[in-house]
C-alpha cells in the first residue's frame, strides 16, 4: 500500500508541472484516497498493537510484579542519554568503577550538613534546641488509644484527601503559615494568579509614570539543601504537635542512598540535608520551613511562586529622576542584604548568578541601576 502511495504522489507531482487537465485531477483524487487508507491501516496497526500490549501488562501482573513491571518499562524511556565516560578537568574517565568512585565523592559531599559556626549564636541555639527535640521525639508518645469499630475506620479514610494533600499542609493552613503570597503547591494558590498581580502592580505604576524595580530571587538546590535541623526547630518553635514533629523527624532521619553506574554499586551514604523530592509532604515543609521570609521585605510587596521570590520595589513620587534611581538602588541593596542575611541565617544559599534585577520605567533609554548581593551584582534584564 505505501509502495503505491508513493508511485502515485511521484506520478501526481509529474503531471501537475506539465498538464492541468482532467487526468492530474483524477491522480490528486486517486492519492487523497489511498493516503486516507493508508492513515486508517496505520490507526488500525497501532490500536492491534496497543490492546496486544495491555493484554500482556494484564497477563503478566496475574503472574509476579516482576514481569509486569518488565513490560511496562517499555512505555517509559530515559529522559537523559546514557553516559560511557566522564571528563574530570583535563582527565577523562572510561572506567565503570573509577566514574562510581568519584560521583560517590562528589554526591556524598553535597549530601552533608551544613557547616555550623561556633561562633554564631544562632546556630549555636538551633544545635542545642535540636539535640533537645530529638531527645525529647526519642522517647514513647504518652497518647491514649481508644478503641474503634472497623466501620469508623472505613469512614475515616473515605473522608482523607487525595494523596497530595499531607497532615503537614493542614496544620500550616489551620494556623496560618502559608502566606497569602505563596503561590505553588498549595489549593487555591494559582502561580497564574501571582504573575497577573506583579502585572497588575506594574501597570498600576507605569500608569503613574513611576519606576518600579523587581528583584528575582533563586535559590541553590532549594530542596536540597534544606537544613534538617534548623527545620525540625521552626517546626517544633511555630507548635507542631508532638505526633506530627515525631513523624516529620523519623521521615526525614536515616536516609542512606548508594550510586549505581552500569553494574558497579557503591557503599551506601546517610543523607543529613534535602527534603526527597517527588513527595508531597516537601512542599509543605518548605513553605512553613520559609514562612517567615516575607519579614525581610519590610514594606515592598512579594511574591513567591514555590521556590522562588519576586520583590517589587517602588520609589515615592519625586521629581528628579536621580533621586528615584538611587532610592532604588539603596532599597534593593538593603533587601538583598536581609535575604542574604536571612539564607545564611538558615542555611539555604542563594543563587547570586541566577538572581535579576530588572526595572520598568516608561522611557526610550531605560536608566542603569546598579545593586549589590553578596559583594556581586545581579544580572540585569
Not at 566522564?86 to 568503577?97: F, M, N, P, R, V
Not at 469512614?155 to 493542614?170: A, D, H, P, Q, T
Request: net charge positive; charged share 25%; proline share 3%.
Amino acid at each position: 500500500m505505501l509502495k503505491q502511495v508513493r508511485r502515485v504522489r511521484n506520478k501526481y507531482y509529474r503531471e501537475r508541472k506539465t498538464n492541468f487537465g482532467v487526468e492530474v485531477e483524477r491522480t490528486r483524487l486517486l492519492l487523497r484516497t489511498l493516503t486516507k487508507q493508508v492513515k486508517n491501516e496505520v490507526y488500525n496497526y497501532k490500536s492491534e498493537r496497543w490492546n496486544a500490549f495491555l493484554s500482556t501488562i494484564q497477563e503478566s501482573h496475574e503472574r509476579n510484579g516482576k514481569h509486569f513491571w518488565s513490560h511496562l518499562s517499555k512505555i517509559y524511556k530515559p529522559k537523559t542519554l546514557p553516559i560511557s565516560k566522564l571528563k574530570a578537568g583535563s582527565i577523562t574517565i572510561a572506567d565503570q568503577q573509577e566514574i562510581t568512585n568519584m560521583l560517590y565523592s562528589y554526591y556524598k559531599e553535597q549530601a552533608n550538613s551544613p557547616t555550623i559556626d561556633e561562633s554564631e549564636k544562632h546556630d549555636q541555639k538551633i544545635v542545642r534546641d535540636y539535640n533537645k527535640i530529638m531527645n525529647t521525639l526519642s522517647k514513647p508518645l504518652d497518647i491514649k488509644v481508644e478503641k474503634v469499630t472497623s466501620s469508623e475506620v472505613t469512614k475515616i479514610i473515605k473522608n482523607l484527601k487525595n494523596k497530595k494533600s499531607s497532615g503537614v499542609s493542614n496544620w500550616a493552613e489551620g494556623a496560618q503559615l502559608v502566606l497569602i503570597e505563596q503561590s505553588g503547591f498549595r489549593q487555591g494558590g494559582l502561580i497564574a494568579t501571582r504573575v497577573l498581580s506583579i502585572y497588575q502592580e506594574i501597570q498600576n505604576n507605569l500608569a503613574a509614570n513611576m519606576p518600579t524595580l523587581a528583584l528575582y530571587v533563586d535559590y541553590r538546590k532549594a530542596y536540597d539543601m534544606v537544613w534538617h535541623a534548623g527545620l525540625l526547630v521552626k517546626l517544633h518553635d511555630l507548635g507542631m504537635p508532638i505526633a506530627l514533629l515525631k513523624t516529620t523527624a523519623s521521615w526525614l532521619g536515616n536516609r542512606q542512598v548508594y550510586i549505581a553506574f552500569g553494574d558497579k554499586v557503591s557503599e551506601k551514604y546517610k543523607i543529613d540535608i534535602g527534603l526527597p523530592q517527588g513527595s508531597s509532604l516537601s512542599p509543605s515543609l518548605f513553605i512553613v520551613y520559609h514562612c517567615d521570609l516575607m519579614q525581610c521585605l519590610g514594606a515592598h510587596s512579594g511574591h513567591m511562586f514555590a521556590d522562588d521570590l519576586s520583590v517589587l520595589i517602588t520609589a515615592p513620587i519625586t521629581k528628579s529622576l536621580a533621586t528615584i534611581i538611587s532610592y532604588l538602588e539603596e532599597e534593593g541593596t538593603e533587601v538583598c542584604r536581609k535575604i542574604a542575611a536571612y539564607a545564611k541565617k538558615w542555611k539555604q544559599p542563594i543563587n547570586v548568578q541566577k538572581t535579576v534585577a530588572q526595572i520598568f520605567y516608561k522611557q526610550i533609554k531605560r536608566p542603569e541601576i546598579k545593586i549589590h548581593m553578596e559583594g556581586h551584582q545581579p544580572g540585569n534584564s
